[in-house]
Nanobody, 120 residues
Framework: QVQLVESGGGLVQAGGSLRLSCAVS????????MGWFRQTPGKEREFVAA????????DYADSVKGRFSISRDNAKDTVFLQMNSLKPEDTAVYYC?????????????WGQGTQVTVSS
């Protein structure tokens, strides 16, 4: 069983930056592709970014390209989401997820989420 714990969320002004972390336990991170998703009340969860197990492939939603960057440190079993130039519409609960089926998923394991609030 894989456990995922997100951290790093908070309140930031528009234009600011945050770095989310996802700590993985239970299985070695190196065998899993990892993704970040986000959800706001009343809306479906949406894809934000993903990274292959090796780190050589990354994918991003169009809405975050050029502003967000996903990375991983397999030695520390941690995945990161660096978020720059944040906008109020980035406000959401951000979830980390893991899959052994490639960056396109489906994703099998999910964290509890961390709140990101961007003020205008």
């Amino acid at each position: 069983q894989v456990q995922l714990v997100e951290s790093g969320g908070g309140l930031v002004q528009a234009g600011g930056s945050l770095r989310l972390s996802c700590a993985v336990s239970g299985r070695t991170l190196a065998t899993y592709a990892m993704g970040w998703f986000r959800q706001t009340p009343g809306k479906e969860r949406e894809f934000v970014a993903a990274i292959s197990w090796s780190g050589r492939r990354t994918d991003y939603a169009d809405s975050v390209k050029g502003r967000f960057s996903i990375s991983r440190d397999n030695a520390k079993d941690t995945v990161f989401l660096q978020m720059n130039s944040l906008k109020p519409e980035d406000t959401a609960v951000y979830y980390c997820a893991a899959t052994n089926k490639g960056t396109m998923g489906p994703y099998d394991y999910w964290g509890q989420g961390t709140q990101v609030t961007v003020s205008s």
